[in-house]
């Protein structure tokens, strides 16, 4: 399974669900490997961050060939992750066209909503050429104890094609913590809710295999 998670906005925690959706399948004893496609870095500041050994393996290739390389990337590896880059350019077509499943993290904001009109766009080009590409959005640092993020879904049901996920992520000081660390949420904190709402994820993802 190649699963590209994209979004051009910034600052949704894109690379936060790439990582830790990689760190879980790891822990399920899944051979697993992460793209960096951000220019930025950022999974592989993550990885670099760790202590120790490291949990998963994570290459960059910040370059709009991932879907020509990735074959030959993937071939060891059950599941393949690639963080994508925070714009809409040749790098996220690229990515796309690398996928099996695109996962749009979305925060529980309008101006999400609004940017992720661009992200579909690409995948409704995509899908010219790949006709079995799914899609699916991700509501990532929920605000606990509101609902504007039932109103977000709502809202994104508006795209034709592009299914939202139940399962949400909130806004949790253990993602950054972790993060600082080069760790996943569920070996700073197993089993509590962060934890949790990563598993309940990548449940809802591998329904759609």
């Not at 994209?6 to 399920?28: D, I, W």
């Not at 999974?43 to 670099?48: E, G, P, R, T």
Request: proline share 5%; no cysteine; hydrophobic share 50%.
């Amino acid at each position: 399974m190649r699963i590209a998670f994209l979004n051009q906005k910034g600052g949704v925690g894109k690379t936060t669900l790439a990582v830790n959706y990689a760190a879980e399948m790891a822990r399920r004893g899944s051979r697993v490997l992460v793209i960096d496609a951000d220019p930025q870095g950022s999974a592989l500041d993550w990885a670099a961050a760790r202590e120790g050994d490291p949990l998963l393996p994570v290459v960059g290739l910040p370059r709009a060939t991932i879907h020509k390389e990735i074959d030959g990337l993937a071939r060891d590896y059950d599941h393949v992750i690639i963080d994508g880059p925070p714009r809409v350019t040749d790098l996220a077509r690229s990515a796309i066209m690398a996928a099996d499943l695109v996962v749009i993290p979305v925060q529980p904001s309008p101006y999400d909503v609004w940017a992720a009109a661009e992200v579909v766009a690409l995948i409704d080009e995509a899908r010219v050429f790949k006709e079995k590409l799914k899609a699916v959005f991700a509501i990532n640092r929920r605000v606990v104890g509101t609902a504007i993020g039932r109103d977000v879904a709502d809202a994104l049901a508006t795209y034709d094609g592009v299914p939202v996920l139940e399962a949400a992520v909130a806004q949790r000081v253990v993602f950054a913590e972790s993060a600082a660390q080069g760790m996943a949420v569920w070996e700073v904190s197993p089993g509590e809710l962060a934890d949790t709402e990563i598993v309940a994820l990548v449940d809802a993802l591998e329904d759609m295999k």
